[in-house]
C-alpha cells in the first residue's frame, strides 16, 4: 500500500512539473493565416517532438544576436506544419533552459518508442579546455571557471537526450552558433561520453569558425536550413549535405557546417519519391558545358548520312538532289564544299551556345540557387570584380565583429579586418552604398568596443581592459570614447592595482632540508592549489585612503606606499568596502596560495623570485631603515613584486605548524592567522619565501600590511 501511494505521488508530481514548466515557456506564436499544424491522423510515421530555442537579447561582454529569435520563430512555424509538437523558449535563462530540456525529455518519453526529438538552439556558445555550452541569457562570463554553473554543457544535453526511452528513434541536435569563442579557444566537438545510438549532431559552423547572424531576417545557417528542410524524400543527412553546400557556397567557404552521429533509420521531413540533391554549382554537373559540342556532331552525323545517301542514289542512276544541299563531312577532302562546310559549323554554334546559356540560367532558377560568380572569362569588369572582391571582404569582417572578435590575436580580430579592408579599398574608388556600410561597420565597431572594455573593467580585469582601448586607439585616435574610458581604467587601477591570474598546480612547501636557515614549522608538505588571481603589488596608503577613514601607517608620505600598522581584521573591512563598491569578491589570499605565487608559481626558490634577496627585496641591509613605493624592486617569476621584504602580508589561513590550514581561509574565530615575506627593518632571512609568522586578527602589527586576491 504505501509502494503504490509513493508511485502514485511520484506520477501526480512529475505530471504537474510537466504542465507547470509548459506554463513557463515562452511559446512561439503562429502567425495570423498560416497553415495550422498537423494533426494525429497526418501522414507521418513517427510522432515528432521538438524544443526551439532562440537567444537575441545578450548583454554586456557578449554582443546581440537580432536573428536568433526570427529563427526561432521561423522554424517553430515550419517544424510545426510538419507534424512536430513544439516547444519554443525566447532568450531563456540557464535555469530556463534546463526546465525546457526537461520537459522535451518527458514529452518524448511519453511518446511511441520510434518517436523523434528534435533540439534546436541559435545563440552564443563557448568552449574551455573541450568542454561544450551554450551560454544563455544574463551569464556572467567574467572568468572562465564561472562556465560551468552560469551556462549548459552540450554534453550534458546530449546525455540527456541519449538517455531518453525511445530507444529505436531518432534524436537530433541542431547549434546554430558560433564556434569561436571570445574568451578562449573554439569549440570542439562533443565529447562521446554516453551512448550517440540513433543521435546526430549538427554545427551550424566549422571548428573555430564564426556563424554568420545574416544581413536579413535570418542567420546565413538557419535562413538554408528552412529552404531545404521541406523536400519531399530526402532523408536528414541529404537535406544537411544540400544546406551544407549551400552555407559553403553563400560564404564564400568561410562557414562550413559539420555534422556527426551515428543514426540507425532514415528519417524523412516529408516522406515521399526520393530526390536528386542538387549543388549550389550547375554548370560543374559534367555534360552541361559540353552541350553545344554534342549537337554539333549529331548535326554533321546526320549530315554525312545524307551525303552518303545522296551519292548512292546518284550511283544507282536516280535524280540526284542539287549538288550544294547538303555538303560533305569535313573530313572528305572536297575543296568546293570546305568553306561552306566550316561556315555551317560556325552558324550552328552561335546559335546552340546562346540556347545552352539560356538553359542553364532557367535551371539555375528552377531549382532555386545562386549561380556561380562570373569569372573574367565571362565577360566581369573591373568594377564588377572589384565590387564582388568588397563584399566577400566586408562580409569577413562582419562575421568577425558579430562573433565578438574585439581583442583577440593579431589578423583575428575585426578591427584588423576593417583597417585591411579601408586600406585596400580607397574611398575614392568606393560607391557611396559601399561607403555607408563601411561607416556603419565602424561605428558598430567602436561601440561593441567599447562595451567590452567596459565589462573588462567591471570584472577587475585591467590588463585586457588596457589592451583594448591601446588597440581602440591605434583603430580610431580620435574616438570620443577613449577619455571616458581611461579615466574610468584609471579609477579602478587607483582603487585595486593589478590582479595577475596565476594558473593552480601542486608544489612543495616550506624550505629544504639543507637550508641552514629553516625553522620546525617549515617541514617540506605537498600542497594542491586552485587557479586563482593575485595583486601584483600590496596594496597601498592611497588605495586605503579611498575606503577607510583612518590611515594606520607610520610611513605615509607617498599614496605609492604599502599600507602598514594593518591588523587582520582591518584588513577584512576594507575587503568588505571594496567587494561593496564594485561588486565583485576579493578576499585575502590563503597560506599556500601565498607561496606558491612567491616562488613563481611553485619553483624551488629561497627568495620570492630566486636564491638571492638583495635584488628582490627591501630588507635591513638596504632599505634605509625605512619602506619603499611598491614596485621598485625586482618582479618575480610571475610578476609579482615586494613578495619578499618591504611589509609583511596577511593571509586568510589560520597558523598551524603542519600546514593543515594552508589551503582554507578562516573569516571567523579568533585563532592566530599567518602573515609572510619578511619587512623593510628585518635581516634578509626573514623575507624568505617559507617563513611563517603569526598573529591573533584583531592586533595592529607595525610592518604589517596586505595584498588581494581572487
Known amino acids: ?32 493565416g498560416d497553415t495550422p499544424p498537423f494533426g494525429a491522423d497526418s501522414s507521418f510515421p513517427e510522432p515528432r517532438v521538438a524544443l526551439v530555442i532562440g537567444n537575441s537579447a545578450y548583454e554586456g561582454a557578449l554582443s546581440p544576436l537580432p536573428n536568433a ?46 518517436a523523434v526529438s528534435l533540439l534546436f538552439y541559435a545563440g552564443h556558445g563557448a568552449q574551455i579546455a573541450s568542454e561544450n555550452y551554450l551560454i544563455p541569457l544574463q551569464a556572467d562570463l567574467s572568468q572562465p571557471d564561472k562556465l560551468e554553473r552560469e551556462a549548459v554543457n552540450l554534453n550534458q544535453i546530449l546525455q540527456l537526450m541519449s538517455n531518453g526511452r525511445n530507444r529505436e528513434g531518432s534524436r537530433f541536435v541542431i547549434l546554430d552558433a558560433c564556434r569561436d569563442n571570445p574568451l578562449g579557444p573554439g569549440w570542439g566537438k562533443p565529447q562521446a561520453s554516453f551512448s550517440s545510438r540513433g543521435l546526430y549532431w549538427v554545427f551550424g559552423t566549422g571548428y573555430d569558425r564564426y556563424a554568420w547572424d545574416g544581413g536579413g531576417r535570418n542567420g546565413l545557417f538557419t535562413r538554408e536550413l528552412l529552404n531545404h528542410i521541406p523536400t519531399a524524400g530526402a532523408t536528414f543527412e541529404q537535406v544537411m549535405k ?7 557556397f553563400a560564404s564564400g567557404g568561410v562557414q562550413v557546417p559539420e555534422s556527426g552521429g551515428s543514426l540507425i533509420r532514415d528519417f524523412y521531413f516529408i516522406p515521399g519519391e526520393a530526390v536528386t540533391i542538387l549543388t549550389p554549382y550547375p554548370e560543374a554537373s559534367g555534360w552541361q558545358p559540353l552541350l553545344p559540342l554534342l549537337l554539333v556532331l549529331v ?97 569577413v569582417c562582419q562575421l568577425r565583429l558579430q562573433a565578438n572578435r574585439l581583442f583577440t590575436p593579431e589578423n583575428e580580430s575585426a578591427a584588423t579586418c576593417l583597417a585591411g579592408l579601408t586600406a585596400a579599398y580607397p574611398v575614392a574608388d568606393l560607391t557611396l552604398e559601399e561607403i555607408t556600410a563601411v561607416a556603419q561597420l565602424q561605428q558598430q565597431l567602436a561601440q561593441q568596443q567599447q562595451q567590452q572594455i567596459e565589462a573588462f573593467i567591471a570584472a577587475d580585469a585591467l590588463t585586457a581592459a588596457q589592451q583594448g582601448i591601446e588597440q581602440l586607439a591605434a583603430f580610431s585616435p580620435q574616438s570620443p570614447l577613449l577619455p571616458l574610458l581611461r579615466q574610468r581604467w584609471d579609477e579602478r587601477y587607483r582603487l585595486t592595482g593589478l590582479l595577475l591570474p596565476v594558473q ?43 575606503l577607510m577613514e583612518e590611515n594606520p601607517s607610520r ?70 631603515d625605512e619602506p619603499h613605493p611598491v614596485a621598485q ?78
Not at 647 to 669: H, I, M
Request: charge should be positive; charged fraction near 20%.
Open 633 to 710: 624592486r625586482s618582479a618575480n617569476g610571475l610578476g609579482f613584486f615586494d613578495m619578499s621584504g618591504n611589509v609583511w602580508e596577511w593571509s586568510c589561513s589560520r597558523y598551524q605548524a603542519d600546514y593543515g590550514d594552508a589551503v582554507r581561509c578562516q573569516v571567523t574565530g579568533d585563532d592566530p592567522r599567518v602573515y609572510r615575506g619578511g619587512a623593510w627593518n628585518l635581516q634578509a632571512s626573514r623575507s624568505r619565501a617559507a617563513y611563517r609568522g603569526k598573529s591573533p586578527p584583531d592586533r595592529p602589527l607595525s610592518g604589517v600590511g596586505f595584498r588581494l586576491a581572487r
Open 69 to 114: 529569435a526570427n529563427d526561432a520563430l521561423d522554424l517553430t512555424r515550419l517544424l510545426r506544419r510538419l507534424g512536430f509538437t513544439v516547444i519554443c523558449a525566447l532568450n531563456v535563462q540557464r535555469q530556463e533552459l534546463l526546465q525546457q530540456l526537461q520537459v522535451l525529455q518527458r514529452l518524448t518519453d511519453q511518446q511511441r518508442s520510434d
Open 555 to 624: 610611513y605615509h608620505y607617498s599614496d605609492a606606499l604599502p599600507v602598514e600598522g594593518v591588523s587582520w581584521q582591518q584588513a577584512q573591512t576594507f575587503i568588505k568596502r571594496l567587494n561593496a563598491k564594485t561588486g565583485l569578491h576579493y578576499r585575502l589570499p590563503s597560506e599556500a596560495e601565498w607561496e606558491y605565487a612567491c616562488r613563481s608559481g611553485g619553483r624551488e626558490e629561497k627568495f620570492c623570485g630566486g636564491n638571492g634577496a638583495a635584488s628582490l627585496a627591501w630588507y635591513a641591509a638596504n632599505s634605509g
Open 242 to 248: 544540400r544546406v551544407t553546400a549551400a552555407v559553403d
Open 504 to 546: 593552480g598546480g601542486c608544489f612543495q612547501m616550506g624550505s629544504a632540508l639543507y637550508d641552514s636557515d629553516r625553522r620546525d614549522d617549515e617541514s617540506p608538505t605537498q600542497i594542491c592549489v586552485e587557479d586563482f588571481h593575485l595583486g601584483q603589488y600590496e596594496v597601498t596608503v592611497g588605495q586605503w585612503r579611498q
Open 1 to 32: 500500500m504505501n509502494f503504490c501511494r509513493a508511485g502514485l505521488l511520484h506520477f501526480l508530481l512529475s505530471v504537474g512539473l510537466l504542465f507547470g514548466n509548459m506554463a513557463a515557456a515562452v511559446e512561439c506564436p503562429l502567425p495570423a
Open 299 to 395: 548535326a554533321l552525323l546526320l549530315l554525312s548520312l545524307l551525303w552518303f545517301w545522296r551519292r548512292r542514289q546518284a550511283a544507282r542512276g536516280h535524280a540526284a538532289l542539287p549538288h550544294c544541299a547538303f555538303p560533305p563531312p569535313l573530313w572528305v577532302v572536297h575543296r568546293q564544299r570546305l568553306f561552306f562546310g566550316l561556315f555551317l559549323l560556325l552558324l550552328l554554334g552561335l546559335i546552340l551556345f546562346p540556347w545552352q546559356r539560356s538553359f542553364t540560367h532557367f535551371t539555375n532558377a528552377e531549382r532555386g540557387v545562386n549561380d556561380r560568380p562570373l569569372s573574367d572569362s565571362e565577360g566581369t569588369t573591373v568594377a564588377e570584380r572589384q565590387h564582388r572582391s568588397f563584399i566577400q571582404s566586408l562580409a
